[in-house]
């Protein structure tokens, strides 16, 4: 069964640094989304993109965030600068359809010192 | 975005049914119910959804009041496997995006 594959699984960064967060969303999927998990809290989520752009966002998902489909298979999300409360779970996810239900990656968890 | 309530954990012995109630009073004409779940250390998982009328799959079964204020999410017999949080969460038909709350811990004990 095809999945939603995530790396690294987990990432130590200092603060201030930049970070990338590498996704490959189910091949024929169309839709793809981050959402973040801060330990010990909801599932927040972060931004949908589709069709090279970003079509919604929260209001976590402020100028330190990028998203970019680089390829055709790789979604990535970028931190510009870390900050202490950046340090949670972030999930990818991907759907093939607009009213499809989502399929979730493992997650990478971010830690940052 | 509408909300729902659930009880923060619940327990059930394996090969027992588990009934995981969810109270969306507020829920509207266009809002499907989904449940996902997230075992221990993984991202959410979809489980199962509906409009308006029961439905059943492989993993689970999930009973919609007539007035659509209320769903019970139905494993039928549970297993060790199924320690997880679930989520009840109402997704309008149109938008994409899943608002997670805090879901119900189930415990299963052999």
């Known amino acids: 069964e095809p999945e939603v594959t995530q790396t690294p699984s987990h990432q130590v960064t200092q603060m201030g640094q930049e970070v990338i967060l590498r996704c490959v969303p189910i091949s024929n999927h169309l839709y793809f989304y981050w959402y973040r998990q801060i330990l010990g809290q909801k599932v927040e989520f972060l931004v949908s993109f589709y069709n090279n752009e970003i079509s919604e966002k929260s209001e976590i998902f402020d100028d330190q965030f990028s998203v970019e489909r680089p390829d055709g298979s790789n979604f990535t999300l970028k931190i510009r600068s870390t900050k202490l409360e950046d340090s949670a779970m972030y999930f990818c996810?991907?759907?093939?359809?607009?009213?499809?239900?989502?399929?979730f990656g493992p997650g990478t968890r971010l830690t940052v010192l | 975005d509408a909300k729902t309530t659930q009880p923060n954990s619940m327990e059930s012995n394996e090969e027992e049914p588990v009934h995981l109630p969810c109270n969306h009073s507020t829920i509207s004409g266009t809002d499907y119910i989904h449940w996902y779940r997230q075992l221990p250390s993984q991202g959410p998982e979809y489980v199962i959804h509906g409009l308006t009328s029961n439905v059943n799959n492989r993993m689970a079964s999930l009973a919609i009041a007539e007035d659509r204020k209320s769903s019970t999410l139905i494993l039928h017999r549970a297993t060790l496997r199924d320690a997880a949080v679930y989520y009840c969460i109402l997704r309008d038909y149109n938008t994409d995006k899943l608002i997670f709350g805090t879901g119900t811990r189930l415990q299963v004990f052999p």
């Open positions: 996810a991907s759907i093939r359809d607009y009213t499809d239900t989502q399929y």
